[in-house]
């Protein structure tokens, strides 16, 4: 009989810090379980430095994170799915740009508010966009004084 209580408490202990562990993530991460994101696409000619879980940032501040990356076969143009908060309405005038943390810091999609009083809806697709920039050749062009 003390065998199944020990065993009972163990499994209840176990059990305890699963459902722990769970809240933990659920709280301190973007996992969700409603509809409370619109996807917007943004076009991009070089999408070098995200990838899916890239985040989304308007004024530093992050509003939901790259979902998709694609390449379209007919324009050989990055397409990224952007995830964005219900909770911000971007102008439908906006613009989408990959920026970076710094030189040796990561890469992020910033959006760039526009002045409009239409917002963008799910499906949507920035008309405005500017991919990243490489460091490298910038550097490159520089040093050398040529363009190539």
């Known amino acids: 009989m003390s065998r199944n209580v020990t065993e009972t408490v163990i499994g209840a202990i176990v059990l305890g810090v699963a459902i722990l562990f769970a809240a933990f993530l659920w709280k301190f991460s973007d996992v969700s379980f409603g509809a409370d994101h ?5 076009k991009f000619r070089s999408a070098e430095g995200i990838t899916v ?8 501040v992050k509003i939901g994170s790259v979902s998709n990356l694609i390449l379209d076969p007919e324009t050989f143009q ?7 908060k219900l909770d911000y309405n971007m102008p439908d005038d ?5 920026s970076s943390e710094g030189l040796l810091g990561g890469s ?19 008309d405005e966009t500017q ?15 040529k363009d190539e």
């Not at 890239?54 to 530093?60: N, P, Q, S």
């Open 38 to 42: 619109y996807s917007v696409d943004a």
């Open 53 to 60: 879980g890239t985040d989304v940032r308007l004024a530093g």
């Open 108 to 126: 992020f999609v910033e959006i760039l508010p526009g002045a409009s009083y239409d917002f963008m809806v799910d499906g949507s697709e920035f």
């Open 94 to 98: 906006s613009a989408a740009v990959i």
């Open 78 to 84: 990055a397409i990224a799915r952007l995830s964005i």
């Open 131 to 145: 991919g990243a920039v490489n460091f490298i050749s910038l550097l490159m062009k520089f040093v050398t004084g």
